[in-house]
């Protein structure tokens, strides 16, 4: 149960989390990626305590892609460090996850 992952990256803007979705499908690196507008994020960011309207990408994968994931989301991202982390799915339907296998690249 271990091979597949959640990865999390706000972004701070429609525009930016869209680029990064259809970029990580068409590379096959995720089998599905959720936007989730309204987020209010509250962060220490430069010395002091800032917030930022933001939005929250859902990126489903398999753990091995983690670093090319991870390179596309840095290409296409415009903050100097865009949040991607990782939450391993400890579990989860067989045929979900299988789809997660069949759609994504196997390299």
């Not at 930016?16 to 209010?40: Q, R, Y």
Request: charge should be positive.
């Amino acid at each position: 149960m271990d091979r597949h992952i959640v990865i999390l990256v706000t972004t701070s803007s429609k525009k930016e989390a869209e680029k990064i979705a259809k970029a990580l499908l068409k590379e096959k690196l995720a089998a599905c990626v959720n936007i989730i507008s309204g987020i209010k994020s509250f962060f220490h960011w430069e010395g002091k305590i800032d917030n930022a309207d933001e939005l929250l990408l859902l990126i489903k994968t398999r753990k091995k892609l983690f670093k090319k994931v991870e390179r596309t989301v840095k290409q296409c991202h415009s903050y100097t460090a865009p949040e991607v982390i990782a939450l391993p799915i400890v579990e989860g339907s067989k045929k979900y996850l299988d789809w997660i296998d069949n759609v994504t690249v196997s390299k």
